[in-house]
């Protein structure tokens, strides 16, 4: 069975880091392009990052660029998600998707996996 598993969220105070792990199981990642989500209380779905393949090519939104860090270990099956200096508008729950293609666009991926949690609060 294909399936991707968040894990890393928790309650952090403004300021504070988080690393997101998003593991595989059931399949490789070594193919397939790894964007991370988010979706915030009353809100659509949006990109945050992103990563190719081969993890030559990232892409970040507007508002976490120079703030988190997407990377990956095909050895281990395993994409990251480095989030620091983290603020209230950062609470979501963030997904990690499985595609072909790296892009911060949610139709693009074919594999959800099921989330975590992220609060920021003091």
């Known amino acids: 069975q294909l399936q991707l598993v968040e894990s890393g969220g928790g309650l952090v105070q403004p300021g504070g880091s988080l690393r997101l792990s998003c593991a595989a199981s059931?399949?490789?990642?070594?193919?397939?392009?790894i964007g991370w989500f988010r979706q915030a209380p009353g809100k659509e779905r949006e990109g945050v990052s992103c990563?190719?393949?081969?993890?030559?090519?990232?892409n970040y939104a507007d508002s976490v660029k120079g703030r988190f860090t997407i990377s990956r270990d095909n050895a281990k099956n395993t994409v990251y998600l480095q989030m620091n200096s983290l603020n209230p508008e950062d609470t979501a729950v963030y997904y990690c998707?499985?595609?072909?293609?790296?892009?911060?666009?949610?139709?693009?991926?074919?594999?959800w996996g099921q989330g975590t949690q992220v609060t920021v609060s003091s």
């Open positions: 998707a499985a595609g072909g293609v790296a892009t911060i666009h949610r139709e693009s991926y074919d594999y």
């Open positions: 059931g399949f490789t990642l070594d193919y397939y392009a």
């Open positions: 990563i190719s393949s081969s993890g030559g090519s990232t």
